[in-house]
């Protein structure tokens, strides 16, 4: 469920089954093979450590030292672009914003999201959070949240909108809780995960929202 976005983004993109289900598996494959460039880097950093500024001693920021180190600058820049682009059209403008912007006003406000993300970076960084940690939790959010609303959304035929909504909220929730009440530790939350944890109130909220709504009559999701 890691790749769960990239591939739900192909899904919806496809121009008809057999593509989509093509795009799936290949963005499956592709992602698999992306989770070998962490292990790299650290390979890397471990061979060229002697020649990297600001490495720590247990390589926590290896990841990121080799990227800024031997990376081209264009990396970091891509990456920015990609988050302020999908605030833009995935959050403002699919909302209605597009009627009341111009292109040059959405380049700028474009660009500000480029700005406040970097002023965000810099404030954790200065806060000396670990970015192991910081990337955990990022991507337990990511996939503790839309579990059940990706997972059983496709799957369940009469899900209804809400049950997706109302879950991605309830999963992200309780993933953060587990993960505070914890203190990331499992020995302190019976050996439960916060990601297993957030997972399993997604799943109950998903099933109770559509029980509820199924009772009231709502009409199902529109097919995908």
């Given at each position: 469920?890691?790749?769960?976005?990239?591939?739900?983004?192909?899904?919806?993109?496809?121009?008809?089954?057999?593509?989509?289900?093509?795009?799936?598996?290949?963005?499956?494959?592709?992602?698999?093979?992306?989770?070998?460039?962490?292990?790299?880097?650290?390979?890397?950093?471990?061979?060229?450590?002697?020649?990297?500024?600001?490495?720590?001693?247990?390589?926590?920021?290896?990841?990121?030292?080799?990227?800024?180190?031997?990376?081209?600058?264009?990396?970091?820049?891509?990456?920015?672009?990609?988050?302020?682009?999908?605030?833009?059209?995935?959050?403002?403008?699919?909302?209605?914003?597009?009627?009341?912007?111009?292109?040059?006003?959405?380049?700028?406000?474009?660009?500000?999201?480029?700005?406040?993300?970097?002023?965000?970076?810099?404030?954790?960084?200065?806060?000396?959070?670990?970015?192991?940690?910081?990337?955990?939790?990022?991507?337990?959010?990511?996939?503790?949240?839309?579990?059940?609303?990706?997972?059983?959304?496709?799957?369940?035929?009469r899900a209804t909108r809400n049950s997706g909504i109302i879950s991605l909220i309830a999963g992200t929730a309780g993933?953060?809780?587990?993960?505070?009440?914890?203190?990331?530790?499992?020995?302190?939350?019976?050996?439960?995960?916060?990601?297993?944890?957030?997972?399993?109130?997604?799943?109950?909220?998903?099933?109770?929202?559509?029980?509820?709504?199924?009772?009231?009559?709502?009409?199902?999701?529109?097919?995908?």
């Open positions: 469920f890691l790749a769960g976005p990239e591939m739900v983004s192909r899904f919806e993109t496809a121009k008809d089954e057999r593509t989509a289900q093509n795009a799936s598996w290949l963005s499956a494959i592709l992602m698999a093979a992306m989770s070998l460039f962490p292990t790299l880097l650290g390979l890397a950093a471990l061979a060229m450590k002697d020649q990297i500024p600001g490495l720590a001693e247990n390589g926590s920021n290896a990841m990121m030292a080799v990227t800024g180190q031997f990376a081209p600058s264009f990396v970091a820049d891509s990456n920015l672009l990609c988050m302020s682009t999908m605030v833009m059209n995935d959050l403002y403008m699919s909302l209605g914003g597009r009627k009341q912007l111009t292109e040059k006003q959405i380049v700028l406000y474009t660009r500000l999201c480029n700005i406040a993300a970097a002023v965000v970076a810099m404030v954790i960084s200065m806060a000396g959070v670990p970015i192991v940690t910081m990337n955990t939790f990022a991507f337990g959010i990511r996939c503790a949240g839309p579990f059940a609303a990706y997972g059983l959304g496709l799957a369940v035929p993933f953060c809780f587990w993960q505070w009440y914890t203190g990331g530790n499992m020995s302190n939350g019976f050996g439960i995960l916060p990601v297993v944890f957030g997972c399993a109130v997604s799943v109950v909220v998903f099933f109770v929202v559509n029980a509820i709504e199924w009772g009231r009559g709502v009409k199902p999701a529109p097919s995908a």
